[in-house]
């Protein structure tokens, strides 16, 4: 009766079906963002492009409609997000800046099919100039995933296998 009340009276707007947001409020992409994790329910992250352009600010990312995973069906897609069901390892979830999203190694995997071989270079040397930890994690997340038919695996190996590791930083991250 309350979200009904306050839907009626003009405070509340729906966003997605049981989501719910302040009329007024200023409608941002990381609001957008937030709203589709809801959505998706508790275990659903952000995922590729949208991963690297809100949360990890790589080369590549874009802020568009927003993409989520999650491991329960999302039954409507619309043009306020874009979901797909898949049960992600724990090793490819974490929250950062208070968002779920998939780690910095798995949105490396996951944009490397959308993006030009330039972008996904240069997204590959921002993480490892940001931490060789998460250099050392993406070549690690590479290789355990090369057996798997996780698209543009092969290339995103290729071009990992090229680099070299940065010197160690003393605060890993």
Known sequence: TMIAD???SGRW????????????AP??????AVAACLYGGADAVLKQRTAAAGVWDLPGG?????????????????????????????SDRTRHCG????TLARTVVDIAP???NDLLERAIAQVARRSPYQF???????????????????????????????????NPI
């Open 99 to 102: 968002f779920p999203v998939t």
């Open 114 to 116: 959308q993006v030009s």
């Open 6 to 8: 306050r839907l009626a």
């Open 62 to 90: 874009r802020w568009d409609q927003p993409r989520i995973a999650s491991p329960r069906q999302i039954k409507r897609q619309t043009e306020r997000l874009i979901a797909r069901r898949l049960s992600l390892a724990s």
């Open 27 to 32: 409608d941002t992409q990381e609001q957008r």
């Open 136 to 170: 050392r994690m993406l070549r690690r997340r590479v290789v355990e995933l090369s057996h798997s038919r996780v698209p543009a695996i092969g290339r995103l190996r290729t071009l990992l296998s090229d680099m070299d590791l940065p010197p160690t930083s003393p």
């Open 13 to 24: 707007e729906l966003v997605l079906p049981n989501v719910y947001r302040i009329v007024g």
